[in-house]
């Protein structure tokens, strides 16, 4: 794998983070309020030229020979530059693509990487891509996991979109599927889909979950949080500087 991009796919690998050249907006453009208190008084705020209200009261005979009637406030514009930056600047950059895991090559089943040393706390959103059959971690915009996945069938799909976790159970056994053990399973939708601890092997599929290795889902459902939201697509890439969601 050369260094401007990264696969985080499994057999087809069509899921990519592409960061070259990439620049991060890394904070909002900030403005200083001003109270009514501090405000300066109208006259300091807007130049008067007394000699153009002296001759234009003259003409109209209204008013006296120094003090308007009524003062017009400023016409303010916006910079084109200031918009353009502002257009740039992320809606929440918390959200943002700071950092990529540094992998080397596709990711194979049964493989996993995690590293969230020196990383803040922030939101946690994972993505799985059904193409590439990877999921990965973001937490506060910073990969700090990916592993390859199992996934549904044509006849059991994987479904599509965000779904928040909806709740969480750590020994978790399948009734449905002949009591399959499905440890640190963390669920998104009401008919029981959900990412969960499975053995990971290249020709296995699940019924519609997203299963990862143990050790893997173990260290997800340590963090993760009622509420948090999974995405999941179909071939969507990527880049550094992109949000997530």
Same mark, same amino acid.
């Given at each position: 794998?050369?260094?401007?991009?990264?696969?985080?796919?499994?057999?087809?690998?069509?899921?990519?983070?592409? @960061?070259?050249?990439?620049?991060?907006?890394?904070?909002?453009?900030?403005?200083?309020?001003?109270?009514?208190?501090?405000?300066?008084?109208?006259?300091?705020?807007?130049?008067?030229?007394?000699?153009?209200?002296?001759?234009?009261?003259?003409?109209?005979?209204?008013?006296?020979?120094?003090?308007?009637? @009524?003062?017009?406030?400023?016409?303010?514009?916006?910079?084109?530059?200031?918009?353009?930056?502002?257009?740039?600047?992320?809606?929440?950059?918390? @959200?943002?693509?700071?950092? #990529?895991?540094?992998?080397?090559?596709?990711?194979?089943?049964?493989?996993?990487?995690?590293?969230?040393?020196?990383?803040?706390?922030?939101?946690?959103?994972?993505?799985?891509?059904?193409?590439?059959?990877?999921?990965?971690?973001?937490?506060?915009?910073?990969? #700090?996991?990916?592993?390859?996945?199992?996934?549904?069938?044509?006849?059991?799909?994987?479904?599509?979109?965000? @779904?928040?976790?909806?709740?969480?159970?750590?020994?978790?056994?399948?009734?449905?599927?002949?009591?399959?053990?499905?440890?640190?399973?963390?669920?998104?939708?009401?008919?029981?889909?959900?990412?969960?601890?499975?053995?990971?092997?290249? %020709?296995?599929?699940?019924?519609?979950?997203? %299963?990862?290795?143990?050790?893997?889902?173990?260290?997800?459902?340590?963090?993760?949080?009622?509420?948090?939201?999974?995405?999941?697509?179909?071939?969507?890439?990527?880049?550094?500087?992109?949000?997530?969601?």
């Amino acid at each position: 794998m050369n260094s401007m991009t990264k696969w985080i796919g499994g057999a087809t690998a069509a899921l990519v983070l592409a @960061f070259g050249g990439a620049t991060l907006a890394s904070g909002f453009m900030s403005e200083d309020t001003v109270t009514d208190a501090e405000a300066p008084p109208l006259e300091d705020a807007i130049p008067v030229d007394e000699d153009a209200v002296a001759q234009a009261n003259a003409q109209t005979g209204t008013g006296d020979s120094t003090t308007p009637e @009524f003062v017009s406030e400023p016409v303010i514009q916006e910079i084109p530059e200031k918009k353009a930056q502002e257009a740039k600047t992320p809606k929440d950059e918390a @959200f943002v693509i700071k950092r #990529i895991l540094p992998i080397d090559g596709p990711i194979k089943y049964g493989e996993w990487h995690w590293d969230d040393e020196g990383i803040a706390d922030g939101p946690l959103v994972m993505t799985v891509d059904l193409q590439a059959r990877v999921i990965s971690v973001f937490q506060g915009g910073y990969e #700090i996991g990916a592993a390859a996945v199992l996934l549904g069938t044509d006849k059991h799909p994987t479904p599509l979109g965000t @779904f928040p976790i909806r709740y969480k159970m750590r020994h978790n056994v399948s009734e449905k599927y002949n009591n399959a053990p499905m440890p640190y399973s963390m669920f998104l939708t009401t008919d029981g889909i959900a990412l969960h601890g499975s053995e990971v092997e290249n %020709g296995f599929a699940s019924h519609g979950c997203v %299963g990862m290795p143990d050790d893997f889902a173990a260290k997800i459902f340590a963090i993760a949080k009622k509420g948090d939201k999974v995405i999941i697509t179909d071939g969507k890439r990527i880049g550094m500087g992109d949000s997530i969601i």
